[in-house]
């Protein structure tokens, strides 16, 4: 199974429209552009993973297949240890690509090898349990009342916890919007906290504080992920354990001095940003040698969270399924739903993913054929 064609997509999803506020950036998206990675090889086979594409699909569809395409033309599959190597060589002398970029053609690798041994992709790394708790993570919201309405729909619907994005833009209103949603949900539905990076060293004090009182499971990323001088002091002060990584570029050799200095308490990573299942793998292992917590980070599309179920079934250390909230604004890329049922998604049973990609909603979606 040598690669003999790599495509690339460059596409728009109209039906997952995002008003500006909601990421924090004032930006109005008509839609979610993503890009899709097709890897054929020469026996026949193929496999397609979506990608993610910030603000222009066509703009990292061209750096993606510029660099890529050349760069695995001619691999054997099954050598993804060996291209993962020469990629952290190829890209420190050149290319220089977005951490998005690498990640889902080596999905596609793993989907091909899973599929010709004719094992679930989960099974195939190594399974570790058949199902995981699943939760949802808000998007920034409002005002007060929308945090509290969204957390009650949340435990509603039957998912098993709710991360708050706060706004960010004032420490008391994310207080207040943090005591608001523990009153809404009550004292023992599961609750986490991912302000993105707004806070200085005082004000992540202050928060973090408060949600030791109100009992949240960890605080995400309350400082910038580089921060390391001040991340590792919020994490001195803190009985909260202080959760980050996910946007660190070059996993897992950034997160190992985040764990061995005690930088951050845990550490995230994903498919999509964190150099694809390899990548999470990696970062996964170094977790665990430290004893330390590990979280799968959210990917936005639902293939790649397909994915991510995947590696939770072969992970273990990962307490839960991430997903953004609405559900149904995200869901979209497979022929059928993830399978969750009262807040539980169980591993797929079929080779490779388990659930097709829609095929016909990418052709729809599709801007350029790069």
Not at 217 to 229: A, I, Q, R, V
Request: aromatic content about 8%; proline content about 7%.
């Amino acid at each position: 199974m040598r690669i003999s064609s790599l495509e690339i997509r460059a596409c728009r999803h109209a039906g997952a429209a995002i008003a500006g506020g909601t990421l924090r950036d004032g930006q109005e998206r008509a839609g979610l552009d993503y890009l899709v990675y097709t890897v054929r090889t020469d026996c026949g086979r193929e496999a397609s993973m979506f990608g993610f594409a910030g603000r222009s699909a066509l703009g990292a569809g061209h750096l993606v297949a510029a660099s890529l395409r050349p760069f695995f033309l001619g691999r054997h599959v099954l050598d993804r240890e060996a291209a993962w190597a020469d990629w952290r060589v190829a890209d420190r002398w050149w290319h220089h690509l977005p951490i998005y970029s690498y990640g889902p053609v080596d999905c596609c690798l793993w989907i091909l090898a899973a599929e010709a041994a004719g094992q679930p992709l989960w099974r195939y790394i190594g399974g570790a349990r058949d199902t995981v708790p699943v939760y949802a993570s808000s998007l920034v919201l409002p005002d007060v009342a929308a945090y509290m309405a969204e957390a009650r729909a949340v435990k509603g619907s039957g998912l098993r916890a709710y991360k708050v994005h706060p706004p960010g833009k004032s420490l008391a209103e994310d207080i207040e919007i943090h005591r608001a949603v523990r009153e809404a949900v009550g004292p023992d539905f599961p609750l986490m906290s991912d302000p993105v990076a707004p806070y200085t060293l005082d004000e992540a004090v202050r928060l973090g504080r408060e949600l030791e009182r109100l009992g949240y499971l960890w605080l995400e990323e309350p400082l910038p992920d580089e921060s390391f001088g001040a991340l590792r002091e919020l994490t001195r002060i803190l009985d909260i354990p202080v959760i980050g990584t996910e946007v660190l570029p070059k996993h897992p050799w950034s997160v190992a001095e985040c764990l061995a200095s005690r930088v951050v308490d845990g550490v995230r990573a994903d498919p999509s940003w964190s150099g694809g299942i390899t990548g999470t793998l990696k970062t996964a292992r170094l977790a665990e040698a430290f004893h330390a917590p590990f979280e799968l980070h959210a990917t936005i599309f639902q293939p790649l969270d397909l994915v991510n179920l995947h590696l939770n079934g072969a992970i273990g250390s990962s307490r839960y399924l991430e997903l953004l909230w609405p559900l149904d604004r995200f869901a979209f890329g497979l022929t059928a739903p993830l399978p969750i049922s009262d807040g539980i998604a169980r591993m797929p049973d079929g080779p490779g993913l388990g659930i097709p990609l829609d095929r016909d909603l990418i052709e729809n979606d599709t801007l350029e054929v790069l």
